[in-house]
């Protein structure tokens, strides 16, 4: 209708209240203002006046001063007397109705500003196309895991009907996303929905023995939430907590280690703690060694004492041993014990040899052993014959055949505990070293004047003088040939 209808309104309604106001023209003051008021009230109900959207406008100009005496529209409104930036976004209101979905588990702050200075409050708002609007996650908090994770703002168009329509875009960036309508979009409404996902949860297994070669697998049979997992990558549900637990054969394997530790371990049955869906551990080890079991064979009758662990067993074929596990085995003197390992030691006794065995010095499942005579091997021993002191000797040994004592030999060699003088070795005695001995030379400086000597030892040069130690030693590995001879 416009202003000027307005106005026809307002002069029709002042000529009726004038006509009437004559007509109680002889009532008293007090009594006659209160008969006006009453009566303009009842005129303006009963002529709809109230109601019409114009006069609503018209009133609301005249509150806010957009009107002046004469009820004509003052553009001269001094805008310090309104908020300026309530005015500002009242005039820049867009024409796109922008409804700001929720997420229950996405807390999203959205504002008008790339700064967030200007934040929206409402729930909807209005866009106009080519404008922005900024936003910033702020908290994601799923109550049933932690593999929640933010995904997208999905831009949604609806008609006038308030039928979904299509995805025209998203919001775009890292810490401050932002999404612009298109400056040629000509639709209503769009409704921003932020979107999450749940990443998958994996959990790797893993069971083993850890031998030389490294890692071996043992077979075991894992278990996720009473359900069969594999050894490996396994996904789980990420909304629930999981119990893993781990079964092997006992008979076979016995437990080490594993990380991280176990609830409960009995019997070839592992159980972990139960693991929370929020932050729980996603990698389960155990370590398992296989036992050992060791036979022994003797039919030399050479095995007088068998123990384990320093309590002495009469079986020979002993199972069930773990890593550590001690193992010492006695002979009579001249026998040992050979087999699938060699001893970790062996100590000499009254008449007797005791090999001791540690269990996982090597990786073997099963282990033979038996008992067999030492290997032995016959020492050949070369001396010059032209030096003085070896003819004066022989000349000697001549005369008196009973000086044979280790003090009136210039040269003794021992054999273990056997002794070998000069005179043994003149009348061709053999030196015999078992592999379990040593071959010690001893040299009389007092009988020998001439210094020093040169002992070859299988090509390897050894000179003994007066100032030099006069005993050298060597292994059964070390030694096949000796020589010795006046430098």
């Not at 384990?308 to 193992?327: R, S």
């Not at 970790?344 to 996982?360: C, K, L, M, P």
Request: aromatic share 12%.
């Amino acid at each position: 209708m416009g202003m000027k209808g307005l106005f026809m309104k307002r002069f029709l309604l002042c000529a009726i209240i004038v006509f009437l106001s004559g007509i109680i023209t002889g009532c008293s003051f007090d009594l006659r203002s209160q008969i006006e008021g009453n009566l303009q009230e009842s005129m303006k109900k009963n002529s709809r006046v109230l109601s019409d959207p114009d006069y609503k406008n018209a009133s609301s100009l005249k509150k806010e001063g957009k009107l002046d005496d004469e009820d004509k529209y003052n553009d001269q409104v001094d805008l310090g007397e309104f908020d300026s930036e309530e005015v500002t976004l009242e005039e820049e209101r867009g024409d796109v109705r922008v409804t700001l979905a929720e997420n229950e588990y996405i807390s999203i702050a959205y504002y008008w500003d790339q700064d967030h200075s200007q934040k929206i409050d409402s729930d909807e708002c209005f866009l106009n196309p080519g404008e922005t609007i900024y936003a910033v996650i702020q908290k994601i908090n799923n109550p049933y895991t932690d593999c929640y994770k933010f995904d997208s703002i999905r831009v949604i168009e609806y008609d006038t009907e308030g039928k979904r329509g299509n995805c025209i875009g998203g919001f775009e960036g890292d810490e401050t996303l932002s999404f612009s309508l298109s400056e040629f979009y000509s639709g209503t409404d769009i409704v921003l929905e932020p979107v999450g996902k749940y990443e998958k949860r994996y959990i790797q297994l893993d069971s083993y023995w850890n031998s030389t070669e490294g890692h071996k697998e043992v077979g075991g049979n894992w278990v996720i939430n009473q359900k069969e997992a594999i050894e490996g990558t396994n996904e789980v549900d990420s909304s629930l907590d999981y119990i893993i637990a781990f079964k092997y054969d006992p008979t076979k394997y016995y437990y080490v280690s594993s990380s991280p530790e176990l609830f409960s371990q009995k019997e070839g049955d592992i159980e972990f703690c139960k693991e929370s869906r929020f932050g729980g551990n996603e990698k389960f080890e155990v370590e398992l060694y296989p036992f050992t079991t060791v036979s022994i064979e003797d039919k030399n009758k050479a095995i007088t004492h068998i123990a384990l662990n320093g309590e002495e067993i009469k079986e020979k074929t002993i199972e069930l041993l773990k890593v550590g596990d001690k193992l010492e085995i006695t002979t009579k003197r001249d026998y040992k014990m050979k087999g699938d390992c060699d001893y970790e030691s062996y100590v000499e006794g009254d008449g007797e040899n005791t090999f001791t065995y540690f269990i996982g010095s090597i990786d073997l499942e099963s282990i033979k052993l038996s008992s067999s005579v030492w290997d032995s091997k016959t020492i050949e021993i070369e001396m010059e014959s032209n030096n003085g002191w070896v003819s004066f000797w022989n000349n000697l040994v001549n005369l008196l055949p009973w000086a044979n004592k280790e003090e009136d030999s210039p040269i003794v060699f021992y054999a273990g505990k056997t002794k070998f003088t000069y005179s043994d070795l003149e009348n061709n005695k053999k030196v015999v070293l078992k592999e379990n001995e040593k071959l010690k030379l001893i040299v009389n400086k007092e009988l020998i004047k001439e210094m020093p000597l040169i002992i070859t030892v299988d090509g390897t040069q050894h000179v003994l003088s007066d100032s030099s130690n006069n005993e050298l030693e060597f292994s059964y590995d070390e030694v096949t040939t000796v020589k010795i001879e006046k430098e």
